[in-house]
């Protein structure tokens, strides 16, 4: 998967064309990722990610059939171009999401049959023609290295399609509506965080008794409650908006930001 803002300059690796590449960046500044304010995260992430980041989902256009699509996302900010997980280049989150864990690599889709093939953003700082570790042997054969990042890849791969089908899932129930997160600012600034899609507890409740319990069975129920347990997430990326407004008078403890729930 090729998410713009973060794979800036991407290249379908050649063994030829690539042949020297290397990578040899020991830590990876995330501050390429300055500008994302939200991540794809597949259904196999939510059970890590619930912890650190507030799970929603987003309209993400029609498919061949012209039936709507939807893809969960991990928020990382309240506004747009907004990455509240960044410290410098320092990411504020012990999991990171498998789209950006994996960076500077990723899938793309070439030629009319759509061929997924592996590539990398050559605009990374980490890429060297002298130093690291290599892509290619001396042979052009893909390094154990690269094998690794490959598989990892694939995995990811048919992780957004059982994530698809979620999505699907929970669309053909009808199970989402429009999300909207109200907060106030001590300096009085009003935020307003719409936009996206979150499940409807009260919808999922009313389903039907066998719609339950193959919910249960296949997983989807755990994937639901994972989503519901990140939404506390929200009111820490108001508090992380808080942490960065000029200093001034001291805001009483709990006082600093009225959060509504999503509504």
């Excluded at 713009?4 to 960046?25: E, F, I």
């Excluded at 997160?181 to 008794?209: M, N, S, Y």
């Amino acid at each position: 998967m090729i998410v713009p803002g973060l794979h800036k300059q991407m290249a379908a690796l050649d063994s030829q064309l690539h042949r020297n590449l290397k990578v040899h960046q020991q830590e990876v500044d995330w501050s390429i990722a300055a500008e994302l304010n939200a991540l794809f995260v597949a259904g196999a992430e939510f059970g890590e990610a619930c912890r650190e980041y507030p799970i929603l989902f987003v309209r993400a256009g029609n498919d061949e059939q012209g039936v709507q699509q939807v893809a969960p996302i991990a928020a990382l900010g309240l506004a747009q171009r907004e990455n509240l997980y960044l410290d410098g280049k320092n990411w504020r989150a012990m999991y990171i999401p498998a789209i950006l864990k994996a960076y500077p690599f990723g899938t793309g889709r070439i030629g009319t049959e759509q061929r997924t093939v592996l590539s990398i953003d050559l605009g990374w700082a980490g890429l060297s023609q002298t130093e690291g570790v290599p892509l290619f042997d001396a042979e052009g054969k893909p390094s154990e290295h690269l094998q690794a990042l490959n598989k990892q890849l694939e995995q990811l791969e048919l992780e957004v399609q059982r994530t698809r089908e979620l999505c699907r899932f929970l669309t053909g129930k009808d199970l989402l509506r429009d999300m909207r997160f109200d907060a106030e600012l001590p300096d009085g600034q009003k935020l307003q965080v719409d936009g996206f899609l979150t499940i409807d507890e009260k919808r999922v409740a009313a389903l039907p008794d066998a719609d339950i319990l193959l919910m249960h069975r296949n997983g989807v129920m755990g994937l639901i409650h994972a989503h519901y347990v990140s939404m506390g997430n929200m009111r820490k990326l108001v508090q992380w908006r808080i942490d960065r407004l000029p200093a001034g008078p001291a805001t009483p403890a709990g006082d600093q930001a009225e959060a509504a729930a999503p509504s």
